[in-house]
């Protein structure tokens, strides 16, 4: 019976501990290997991006909305509006095939570099954007469909 306890206690103390684990530190770390991957080559290693091809990730109009840099990830973004009273020509293709938790991390990664210094982005928020809640289906009464013309 007591060992019983005591394998609860270890087992429960482990998952504890996996949980604590997964910190801002770790979604940091994570999101750089997407990052390198997937955006650097456009906005460069430290986030400079390109003159007037590729913005820099440190415009504060983005990094201040979570949900705009979220649909611009899943989007893309081709608008040819100004950014910082600057043109930007190339197009930013979307990336909807990397999961929520890649997003969460990846502008979590960016929201904490590059001098940015921004709250973390969570998969329950990249999944929000992605997947919106649709406001409740209108009910069809009998009255508007028999309703006389
Ligand atoms: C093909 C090059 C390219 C890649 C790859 C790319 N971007 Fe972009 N990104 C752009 C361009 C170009 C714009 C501006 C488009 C415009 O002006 O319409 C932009 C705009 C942005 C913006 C909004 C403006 C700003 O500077 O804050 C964010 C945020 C952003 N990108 C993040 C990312 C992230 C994160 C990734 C990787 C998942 C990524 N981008 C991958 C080219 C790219």
Not at 97 to 122: C, E, H, M, P, W
């Amino acid at each position: 019976m007591k060992k019983i306890s005591y394998i609860s206690f270890f087992t429960a103390t482990s998952i504890y501990l996996f949980a604590q684990t997964n910190t801002l530190q770790d979604s940091i770390k994570r999101g750089k290997v997407v990052y390198n991957k997937v955006c650097l080559s456009c906005h460069m290693a430290d986030g400079s991006g390109v003159p007037k091809m590729n913005p820099p990730l440190t415009v504060a109009e983005y990094m201040n909305d979570k949900k705009k840099m979220i649909s611009i990830v899943l989007k893309g973004m081709n608008d040819r509006i100004p950014i910082d009273d600057e043109y930007y020509s190339n197009a930013m293709a979307p990336h909807a095939d990397l999961s929520n938790q890649q997003i969460a991390d990846v502008l979590t990664y960016v929201r904490n570099s590059f001098g940015n210094k921004a709250g973390a982005v969570s998969v329950a928020e990249v999944a929000a954007v992605r997947t919106p809640a649709k406001p409740a289906a209108k009910s069809v009464s009998n009255n508007t469909i028999n309703k006389k013309q």
